[in-house]
């Protein structure tokens, strides 16, 4: 059982930055496909950012101003956010595919199979 927690959420001032972190455990966390997602006041669930071995995927909407990365030794998953929008205020989740995803789907929430308790990030105009 893989039990993602994140933290580093909180508030920060447009044109700030901000750091995520997800540790999740188990002891196959390199091969895992890792994914950030977020989910504003009265929209749906969508995709953030993911990242399987070395190749790092991006919204539209965060390419150029998020970075996600991954330390395998400490099963850490991060979502550097950097440029930070009032629209990009939502609780952010942490999301593990525990076995084999093809690239088409790794955007797709239901794919994943372990999802933290999600963490809060607001940013003031």
């Known amino acids: 059982q893989v039990q993602p927690v994140e933290s580093g959420g909180g508030l920060v001032q447009t044109g700030g930055s901000m750091r995520l972190s997800c540790i999740a455990s188990?002891?196959?966390?390199?091969?895992?496909?890792l994914g950030w997602f977020r989910q504003a006041p009265g929209k749906e669930r969508e995709f953030v950012a993911a990242i399987r071995w070395g190749d790092s995927y991006y919204a539209d909407a965060v390419k150029g101003r998020f970075t996600i990365s991954r330390d395998n030794a400490k099963n850490t998953l991060y979502l550097q956010m950097n440029n930070l929008k009032p629209e990009d205020t939502a609780v952010y989740y942490c999301?593990?595919?525990?076995?084999?995803?093809?690239?088409?789907?790794?955007?797709?929430?239901?794919?994943?199979?372990?999802w933290g308790q999600g963490t809060q990030v607001t940013v003031s105009s």
């Open positions: 999301a593990v595919k525990s076995s084999r995803i093809i690239t088409s789907q790794i955007r797709t929430a239901s794919q994943y199979h372990y």
């Open positions: 188990g002891n196959t966390f390199n091969q895992y496909t």
